[in-house]
């Protein structure tokens, strides 16, 4: 079945780039999300990609994708402490919507000041 | 504002009782899941409905119940025979069908259940 793997821990200096990984088994994802959560709240989308993409950058978040290693992973430049907050991978199969999202455990990223 | 709405944020309850946590969307979504997240175990699917009257069991749905009589309502209920319910439960939606379909969720802000 369908397994999603992330380190618990990730403890960055502000200032400096924060790169986050996740691991999945199913080649067959079509799509591969970075959600983030802050203390007691619920998840926000923060970028996805298409399993055809290799990589996609928005603002200070880059995300890159190897599919052959089954790689994903999220880069934070300049990293701030309003950054810290839980990070979970997601992936998801088909292409309507109809298969619900598997999640990794969760990144917890520490930014210090 | 359209939204995912849960409540109550907080609730504490007797160990034996059964208690009822509220979904609430008007993203006009046909997709609504519930998830439990504990420390350490990231999220982990209880339940999810694609369409009204229809519902159908995630990873962990033993202990739960659920029901889907109105398209904006999800709401789950954690009975007696769930035997570690104290967790942060999370409620989502999502569209369903068009192509492309993303998948995103969207989340509500989550109800922390505490059993004594």
């Known amino acids: 079945g369908e397994d999603v793997e992330q380190s618990l821990f990730l403890s960055v200096r502000e200032g400096d780039s924060s790169v986050i990984n996740c691991t999945y088994t199913?080649?067959?994802?079509?799509?591969l999300y970075w959600y983030k959560q802050e203390p007691g709240a619920g998840l926000q989308l923060l970028t996805y990609?298409?399993?055809?993409?290799d990589m996609k950058q928005d603002q200070r978040l880059t995300v890159l994708l190897n599919k052959k290693d089954k790689h994903l992973s999220l880069r934070i430049a300049d990293t701030q402490t309003g950054d810290s907050a839980i990070y979970f991978c997601?992936?998801?199969?088909?292409?309507?919507?109809?298969?619900?999202?598997?999640f990794g455990k969760g990144t917890r990223l520490s930014v210090i000041a | 504002d359209g939204g995912i709405t849960q409540s109550p944020k907080y609730l504490f309850r007797k160990e034996g009782q059964n208690v009822t946590l509220s979904c609430e969307q008007n993203?006009?979504?046909?997709?609504m899941y519930w998830y439990r997240q504990d420390p350490g175990q990231g999220l982990r699917l209880i339940y999810y409905?694609?369409?009204?009257?229809?519902?159908q069991k995630g990873d962990i749905a033993e202990g739960y119940s659920v029901s889907r009589e109105k398209k904006e309502s999800f709401p789950l209920t954690v009975t007696s025979a769930q035997k570690n319910p104290t967790a942060f439960y999370l409620c989502?939606?999502?569209?369903?069908?068009?192509?492309?379909?993303?998948?995103?969720?969207?989340f509500g802000e989550g109800s922390r259940l505490t059993v004594l």
């Open positions: 989502a939606s999502s569209t369903v069908g068009g192509r492309p379909n993303t998948g995103e969720l969207f």
């Open positions: 199913d080649s067959s994802s079509t799509y």
């Open positions: 990609i298409f399993s055809n993409m």
């Open positions: 997601a992936e998801t199969f088909g292409y309507s919507g109809n298969t619900p999202l598997v």
């Open positions: 993203l006009n979504h046909d997709a």
């Open positions: 409905s694609q369409i009204v009257n229809d519902f």
